[in-house]
């Protein structure tokens, strides 16, 4: 595939992460205050699909879909009304088209906000090298993987509620934590504040309770996919997860990207996962190819000061890949719902530039890692800012995700 031009002349480099091969889907809000509204993201503009539906010029179903500052009600018509969608925006925006310049807005002068409401949050832990790093940190080389972990995608029951668009400050958490050599625990800011760079599955289809269902029926189901950072308070994990898993460590943030980037834009771009070191169980079996050729950075900016990139891999590492997720979550019986997000669990590759968390980064803090800035660190300071990026190449152009950007606040005081 190639580059499909665009009369939004900005759509037409190479550079731009929102080509019209692109199309993702977000909300923005206006700075004078209008109410928040759908759009698409082309070059450096929005198209404004509230006013644009608003006045004929789009009508993929009977009723009005963008009538809320959310994408949730036009995930819930399903595919068919998806590449409805997808096919009367390519032909409103090709280089073919008449051009619609009312209909944009600049990206620079707006608010982005979350795409969507979140319905529920589950987070796996199936990327191999990361699995793989941590355990022999934790457990030695020989105990690296659980005996479970060639044969199903693990995972945990995260937070909604503190799901948060790019660009939302992130507060240190408080918790309880416990050095190896004290008799008891103590309680204040994590000391080991780390992040997890992720891919999340933005679910747009559903199940009932206790039908489950196929992994090809999982794929149809995804609506797109966002990046995700799952901040992780790693002292906090260390001496809570016995025996349940994490919990407060994980559910005082999550960081998604503004932009939903479709399957449709991605299809070109799908990979198959790996070689299986174990056959897995029928149920988990693919079609064909379900994960994605991505490629992925992580920088880290003292405040005030230049980015460093500490980190690039692909999400095509991953050992399980997110409709295989879907399928096993939904296999129980357990109902998914039009608006759940599935995280990847964090992506890292075999080489130690590859390593997609700073506890992998720096080997469990015992190896600093030096910054362009001369500064090191070992987890995350108050003040660092820290971003994720990620886009498939093409042929001259790029299908890419907007950032996802944190800045870490101190931790507020606990009240007595």
Avoid at 293 to 300: F, G, N, Q, S, Y
Avoid at 315 to 327: I, K
Wanted: glycine share 10%; proline share 8%.
């Amino acid at each position: 595939m190639t580059l499909q031009r665009s009369w939004v002349a900005s759509a037409n480099s190479a550079e731009t992460p929102f080509p019209l091969n692109n199309l993702p889907y977000g909300v923005f809000a206006h700075r004078d205050g209008t109410q928040p509204r759908c759009g698409v993201a082309i070059g450096d503009m929005i198209f404004d699909l509230y006013q644009a539906e608003a006045d004929g010029l789009i009508a993929v179903t009977d009723a009005p879909v963008f009538d809320q500052p959310s994408w949730n009600k036009l995930m819930a018509k399903g595919s068919t009304t998806w590449a409805d969608l997808r096919a009367r925006l390519v032909a409103l925006l090709s280089a073919q088209a008449d051009p619609r310049p009312d209909y944009l807005v600049a990206q620079a002068e707006v608010a982005l906000l979350m795409p969507f409401q979140v319905a529920e949050f589950t987070d796996f832990y199936a990327g191999k090298h990361h699995a793989t790093n941590v355990g022999t940190m934790f457990r030695g080389a020989e105990n690296a993987l659980p005996p479970n972990w060639l044969h199903i995608p693990i995972g945990y029951n995260g937070r909604a509620s503190t799901i948060v668009v790019s660009g939302t400050p992130i507060v240190r958490p408080n918790g309880q934590t416990k050095a190896p050599d004290a008799a008891l625990p103590t309680f204040g800011p994590s000391k080991r504040l780390d992040i997890e760079l992720e891919i999340g599955a933005v679910i747009g289809g559903s199940n009932e309770m206790g039908c489950p269902i196929s992994v090809q029926e999982a794929d149809a189901m995804i609506f797109g996919y966002v990046l995700l950072n799952d901040w992780s308070a790693r002292d906090i994990q260390a001496w809570e997860y016995q025996p349940l898993g994490p919990f407060q460590a994980k559910a005082f943030a999550t960081s998604i990207s503004p932009w939903i980037v479709t399957k449709a834009a991605l299809a070109s771009f799908r990979v198959s996962t790996p070689a299986r070191e174990k056959p897995l169980l029928p149920y988990l079996a693919e079609p064909g190819p379900m994960l994605y050729d991505i490629d992925l950075t992580v920088t880290m900016a003292p405040m005030g000061k230049a980015a460093t990139t500490i980190a690039r891999t692909n999400y095509r590492q991953m050992y399980f890949s997110a409709a295989q997720q879907l399928a096993h979550h939904a296999s129980s019986g357990c109902a998914m719902m039009v608006g759940d997000l599935i995280g990847s669990g964090t992506i890292s590759g075999p080489e130690p530039s590859e390593r997609g968390s700073l506890l992998e980064l720096t080997w469990g803090g015992t190896e600093p890692i030096t910054l362009h800035t001369g500064e090191t660190r070992t987890f995350i300071e108050d003040g660092d800012i820290l971003t994720l990026e990620g886009a498939a190449k093409g042929e001259g152009f790029q299908i890419g995700f907007g950032a996802c950007t944190g800045t870490i606040l101190p931790a507020k005081p606990f009240p007595v």
